[in-house]
Nanobody, 120 residues
Framework: QVQLVESGGGLAQPGGSLRLSCAAS????????MGWYRQVPGKQRELVAVSTRDGSTNYADSVKGRFTVSRDNAKKTVYLQMNNLKPEDTAVYYC??????????????WGQGTQVIVSL
């Protein structure tokens, strides 16, 4: 019953910016960690940025200083502001959420992914 819907992907030029958003809906009591992963064909899915409910964040070394993850708990939404994009950032970006359905039920959920292409 949990659904994560990403938006904001698309085409950007090197040095440009994109802002991704992911809204969670459904039978959700609360969300702990919420963030972004990315994957290119033939490679492992990797963590990009994650935000916990208390505001702590973690970033992949490759995006530190360029990407910012934030969240709006009231809207159950996480954002990824991507600045100074590089061709190496091209990937499908997946939203992930650690969701508490009840006080004793918790699970990991994924969105469908949104394509980000950074190219001239």
């Amino acid at each position: 019953q949990v659904q994560l819907v990403e938006s904001g992907g698309g085409l950007a030029q090197p040095g440009g910016s994109l802002r991704l958003s992911c809204a969670a809906s459904g039978r959700i009591f609360s969300i702990n960690a919420m963030g972004w992963y990315r994957q290119v064909p033939g490679k492992q899915r990797e963590l990009v940025a994650v935000s916990t409910r208390d505001g702590s964040t973690n970033y992949a070394d490759s995006v530190k200083g360029r990407f910012t993850v934030s969240r709006d708990n009231a809207k159950k939404t996480v954002y990824l502001q991507m600045n100074n994009l590089k061709p190496e950032d091209t990937a499908v970006y997946y939203c992930n959420a650690d969701v508490t359905l009840t006080t004793i039920t918790r699970g990991d959920y994924w969105g469908q992914g949104t394509q980000v292409i950074v190219s001239l």
